[in-house]
């Protein structure tokens, strides 16, 4: 459990309680031991996975392998879990390849850094907890999406196609890949399905060494024998080039990552980005999604690892660590980072007991690419696009899609489908909007549903009402989707029925439409003389109609605890309204 600052009844979460409470149990030089095996295996495995994300999303490799260096650090020492990984992943592909074809690399650091601010917010006022109530359908469905659609953009690279530039739109991103179809290369295509062979079969093996280690050298191999006998194969080095402070080179520079401003970094144009209003105003929509996306992953990877661990994350601190780590990133050319999953489950079977093993992991990357940027560069485009096939059949999730498809209900595999079908056939920003509103309009359905009101001619308890009381119950929240509904049944009162019993302890909420519905009602029924009595309202509801208004008022509204004192007093009203009758008759 966390720490935290508790100043006029608010608890501040504390950045970094992850390794505050690992200190605090204990950090022995075992542990350390542990934490250096399991971060030197994540590394190994990030540096591939890092350089594949990073061109997956439309910008050269060494970005990728930047973001698991600095973001990586610092959301390990900053964040609420002990054992997640962050880096780049699979799942922001689909958000930033659009960004990166409209605004650059410039505008794509920019929405990062807009993005951490928002998962700051969110963590600071407290709201890692709400992540949880997205829908499984919203989730599953552009999670399938996100992998259709990485996929497709594999393909180019895969075949050696030539002459394609992909864009934001997949029917027309196909179209291209459908023209390009004459130039595929046999070369590209044999890298490309040697090396996705081999991440196939290694797994099966069940060696220690990482599958995506094994298949891209084993794709390198093959690549530089068909460029020893002559036949060209596009790599990281004949793709990507670099200049840095004089120099300049192919690949992946040898250097740290170094501080620089995102906003210095390129525009679409190629040229230097202006920030202006109309900038932020067009990031800011991209920015939401990642912030959302990158706290939904990140706390399902948490609650993962909390269930192979046995352990407790802070959703909070873990919000607030992800928010920092993408606002620093930026500033040192990575890009958009969250918690990611399967390296996350690597960790923890490698023997992980902190975050430490995250920082070491990042150094393992920050060695990497200063001591092996040249080898680097031999790893071969096709063998990369295996790789991210791989990454995308995995995070498509096809065995859970297609038997939600066979058991959920209509409305979630509704939402499920529309859901995946946004994300493939526009973005990711849509589809999440739609999903969860899409799934929050059927939940409200399904809670209206639960709401109803019954006229009641003897009541459970045994209490026997004059013939001039009608006694209704309500049961059910009564929220806006709800109110009118559930109340449209009381103004309709039979002749002859002089005061409106309502049975309200089955009523577990009511909001402000709610109220309003209510004193409608009773206005109305004012008018034609008929007296009203609330039953069972838990003294929160009752004050809360009491603030909107709605007051007590004797022989015309009560608000009672039960429906024997409902009976006493309806009986009592009618004692005098009868006697008042008898006065006017007597006065004629």
Known sequence: MSRAHRSSGYVFPLPGSALVSTWREGYTLAKLKRDVM???????????????LAIATGVPPQHGLYTAIVAGAVIALTGGSRFNISGPTAAFVVILFPIVANHGLGGLL?????????????????????????????????????????ALLQLPDFLGLSGVELGDSTLQNLMLIGQALPTLSPAEISVGLITLATLLIWPRLNTPVPAPLVGLAVGTVVAALLLMSGVEVDTIASRFSWEFEGESGSGIPPFAPSFTAPWHFPGADGTPLEINFALIQALLGPALAIALLAAIESLLCAVVADGLTRTRHDPNAELIGQGLGNMVVPFFGGITATAALARTATNIKSGACSPVAAVVHSLVVLLAVVALAGVLGYVPMAALAALLFIIAWNMSEARHFVHTLKSAPVSDVSVLVICFALTVIFDMVI???????????????????????????????????????????????????????AIATLRVIDHGVRIVVLDMRDVPSLDTTAMVALDSLRRELGEQDVGVIFVGLPPRMALKIKRAGIK???????????????????????????QDSSKVTAGT
């Open 110 to 150: 920019i929405a990062t850094l807009m993005a951490g601010a928002i998962l700051v917010a969110l963590g600071l006022s407290r709201l890692g907890s709400l992540i949880q109530y997205v829908p499984y359908p919203v989730i599953l469905g552009f999670t399938a999406g996100i992998g259709v659609v990485i």
């Open 38 to 52: 399991a971060g030197l295996t994540i590394g190994v495995v990030a540096v591939p996975l890092s350089m594949a």
């Open 431 to 485: 589809a999440v909007a739609v999903g969860i509103g899409l799934a929050a309009a059927l939940f409200i359905r399904r809670m209206a549903q639960l709401t109803h009101t019954q006229r009641l001619d003897t009541p459970d308890s045994g209490q026997h009402f004059p013939a001039e009381v009608a006694l209704y119950k309500i049961s059910g929240p009564l929220f806006f989707g709800a109110a009118e509904k």
């Open 552 to 578: 007590r008022e004797a022989g015309k509204l009560a608000v009672v605890s039960n429906l024997a004192h409902a009976e006493r007093m309806s009986r009592r009203w009618l004692g005098w309204r009868d």
